[in-house]
Nanobody, 120 residues
Framework: QVQLVESGGGLVQPGGSLRLSCVAS????????MGWYRQAPGKERELVAA???????NYADSVKGRFTISRDNAKNTVYLQMNSLKPEDTAVYVC??????????????WGQGTQVTVSS
């Protein structure tokens, strides 16, 4: 069994910063792509940023230059550094990872989400 647990969300003023973390634990053989999605009220879930096991990254146009995704493979952890936050970044941020478990089955896993609110 595999779990993803996010942390680091909260309330921040416009222009502020937050750092999200997502730790994968359980019966893990390897982790491929890891990413962050977000969903605001009344909107569809959208990809924010993703990173491969080799470190290749991609970002939504709306966050380029402000957000940075990184990962620590030794800790099975992915991070999202969010700077220059805007009210429109307010959403539930959810971690996603493509994981091969120890029975060598591959699944996409989701965390429970962490709320980010940008407001003065």
């Amino acid at each position: 069994q595999v779990q993803l647990v996010e942390s680091g969300g909260g309330l921040v003023q416009p222009g502020g910063s937050l750092r999200l973390s997502c730790v994968a634990s359980g019966s893990i053989f390897s982790i491929n792509r890891m990413g962050w999605y977000r969903q605001a009220p009344g909107k569809e879930r959208e990809l924010v940023a993703a990173i491969t096991s080799a470190g290749f990254t991609n970002y939504a146009d709306s966050v380029k230059g402000r957000f940075t995704i990184s990962r620590d493979n030794a800790k099975n952890t992915v991070y999202l550094q969010m700077n220059s936050l805007k009210p429109e970044d307010t959403a539930v941020y959810v971690c996603n990872a493509g994981i091969t478990d120890r029975s060598l089955k591959y699944y996409g896993y989701w965390g429970q989400g962490t709320q980010v609110t940008v407001s003065s």
